[in-house]
């Protein structure tokens, strides 16, 4: 009983540390796009639209080792066992300084290149290889820190995480807004993101040091200590399954701009990034509450019962239902009047594809509680073939679709609504119940459909 009320005490104070968090920088993120719009061209929202695409592109280099390596700290954590958790903490730090040199050595090749992926380039190749560059380094410092934000996370302590990456994030974007309309530069826009980027990521290791003394140990002889065959299996296991996973998620997520910044233009991008800001912000704010709770997720798999397990993830999809009915309401109805009134009648998009665009919003978040039991349950390994199946068909339907249909950005819409009805919305709790559970699904489809029905 304590352990359960510890677990949903820790759930529930990293939800709402989470919501709280991300709400103020919900404002501040509309603030900093909204000095964009007025302040500068559509053409540097676009190509700041393209570096995160090309950057979420390099992420791919860390093969879900941090994935596997969280997963892997909570049996550990819960046995309040100190040897393997240094060991394991040793390993991960390791991993990650060949993650960074990798990420920093194709970000160099690369760099020069990025006129490339532009249709009609405004902007000189020196220019546009500087501002890459900066927006690399702000990136790589996330992987100074990772092996201790991982840490803290699978201790469900999540709201550290928040509240550090909140504070920091708070004078960025303060600061960003300030240097765009009194300065209209680019290049100090992202000075300050990388500067900022590295200040919070010490500021992390530091607190995370000094909470865990006796884990984050600087000791020659740990990190010569191997890892039992058990562990080391489980998490190669993991670590190829989170590689597809990563694969379809840049696939999916990833290649939007990069498609339409190829093919039409840096304009179609800075239209579709306002739209896609908004429903990033609200997926964000929704996601980051559900991503609070698997820590919780993974420790109630470790300590209880299949029915527990299964009446915990009944409770949160009638939760995420009532979420998604309200929201994706709300957007069908106010997502053009918000565009036109927040920044112009010249960055509305037709009402054909924004209601892709919401579908596309409501189909996602109905795979919340699918995707948290996975993670917190540790089943990459069963997900590797699910997310290669799912970035093929993403790509290739949207390649078809803006290519030889010409649809533009509804091409990209529907190439990722496909690849969501055809492949995620039934294989994802097949794993959970399958491979999670060993249980069967009927129960959940019956529920699913139930919760999806009120939505229409």
Not at 55 to 81: M, R
């Amino acid at each position: 009983m304590k352990n359960e009320l510890n677990r949903t005490k820790a759930a529930s104070l990293n939800a709402v540390t989470m919501m709280v968090t991300q709400l103020i920088s919900l404002v501040l993120k509309f603030g900093v796009q909204t000095a964009f719009i007025h302040e500068l061209s559509q053409n540097y929202l676009g190509l700041n639209g393209l570096f995160a695409n090309i950057i979420s592109f390099l992420s791919f280099a860390d093969l879900g080792i941090g994935t596997a390596i969280t997963v892997a700290l909570y049996e550990p954590i819960a046995n309040k066992d100190t040897q393997k958790l240094r060991t394991l903490i040793s390993f991960y730090k390791k991993t990650y300084l060949i993650i960074i040199i990798i990420v920093t050595t194709i970000g160099l090749l690369i760099s020069p290149w990025i006129f490339m992926f532009i249709k009609k380039p405004v902007f000189s190749n020196m220019q546009l290889s500087l501002w890459f560059l900066l927006y690399l380094v702000g990136t790589i410092a996330t992987y100074f820190s990772a092996h201790k934000r991982s840490f803290l996370m699978a201790t469900q302590q999540g709201y550290l995480n928040s509240l550090n990456d909140f504070i920091f994030k708070f004078l960025q974007q303060v600061i960003q807004i300030l240097i765009i309309v009194f300065f209209h530069s680019f290049t100090m826009f992202l000075v300050v993101q990388m500067v900022m980027a590295i200040c919070s990521n010490y500021q992390l290791a530091n607190m995370a040091g000094k909470r865990y003394p006796n884990i984050f140990v600087r000791d020659s002889k740990i990190s010569k200590v191997s890892l039992d065959k058990i562990t080391m299996k489980s998490i190669k296991r993991n670590v190829i399954g989170a590689i597809s996973s990563k694969i379809g998620s840049i696939v999916v997520f990833g290649t939007d701009n990069l498609i339409l910044s190829t093919f039409i233009g840096l304009l179609a991008v800075a239209k579709y990034s306002n739209y896609m800001l908004i429903i990033q912000s609200v997926n964000s704010l929704f996601s980051q509450v559900m991503n609070s709770f698997i820590s919780s997720i993974g420790n109630l798999h470790v300590t209880s019962s299949v029915s527990k397990q299964k009446n915990i993830l009944y409770r949160l999809l009638y939760l995420n239902a009532f979420i998604n009915l309200f929201v994706s309401t709300g957007l069908s109805f106010a997502f053009n009047r918000f565009i036109a009134i927040w920044a112009g009648n010249n960055y509305l998009l037709s009402s054909t594809i924004t209601l892709g665009i919401v579908l596309n919003y409501s189909v996602n978040q109905s795979r919340y509680v699918a995707q948290s039991f996975i993670s917190g349950m540790g089943l990459y390994w069963s997900i590797r073939w699910k997310s290669l199946i799912e970035a093929g068909i993403n790509l290739v339907v949207s390649l078809i679709f803006v290519i030889i249909f010409k649809l533009g950005i509804l091409g990209v819409v529907l190439g990722t609504l496909s690849s969501n009805v055809l492949i995620n919305v039934f294989w994802e709790p097949y794993i959970v119940f399958h491979d999670g559970l060993n249980t069967s699904l009927k129960s959940y489809f019956g529920k699913y459909f139930f919760t999806k029905c009120l939505l229409q």
